[in-house]
């Protein structure tokens, strides 16, 4: 890569994005819900600021989700079907390996998943669920950040 003297912003070197893992909650409330407390989050993904770390069984459990009578009431609303959220999904996810269990024990086991990739991979970890919220301050031990909104995203970006 050549410097620029000239351009001195097409010298820095873009800093590699945080992982984040995201609840179904949280999944729901960008893709479909539209929640405005999800903007910042949207955007972050599209500007590559942060990389949203997923597993095949965190992304067969929005399939599922996709399927219960009031997602599928919101989803008429909006004139979107399971196939079009899926796609939109794979397409700013990156799915990974299941990682392996960690020390951490959830007290909700379907929500396991989520601690323990958020723990392999030191990742903020963006939740609405009760039993991962009370979990945050043992999480920082292991260098994972657990938030139920993007405050702390829009923080870290500019830190």
């Known amino acids: 890569m050549c410097s620029d003297p000239t351009f001195p912003q097409a010298n820095k070197v873009r800093p ?21 407390g999800a903007q910042p989050l ?12 997923t597993t ?3 992304r067969d459990e929005f399939e599922r989700v996709l399927a219960y ?24 996810a990156r799915i990974v390996d299941v990682a392996p269990t960690s020390r951490l024990r959830c007290g909700d086991p379907d929500d396991q998943k989520f601690i323990d ?7 903020h970890l963006m939740s609405k669920d009760r039993a991962v ?8 031990v292991f260098d994972v950040r657990a938030q139920d909104g993007c405050q702390f995203l829009l923080a870290a970006a500019h830190a």
């Open 69 to 92: 009578p009031l997602i599928l009431k919101q989803m008429a609303r909006q004139q979107l079907s399971a196939v079009q959220l899926l796609l939109e999904f794979d397409a700013q």
């Open 117 to 123: 990739l958020a723990v392999a991979h030191k990742a």
């Open 16 to 36: 590699a994005p945080r992982p984040l893992v995201l609840d179904t909650n949280i999944v729901l409330d960008l893709l479909l819900f539209n929640d405005p």
């Open 133 to 140: 919220l009370r979990m945050a301050r043992r999480l920082q």
């Open 56 to 58: 095949p069984a965190m």
């Open 42 to 53: 949207r955007l972050m993904l599209a500007a590559r600021q942060i990389e949203w770390l």
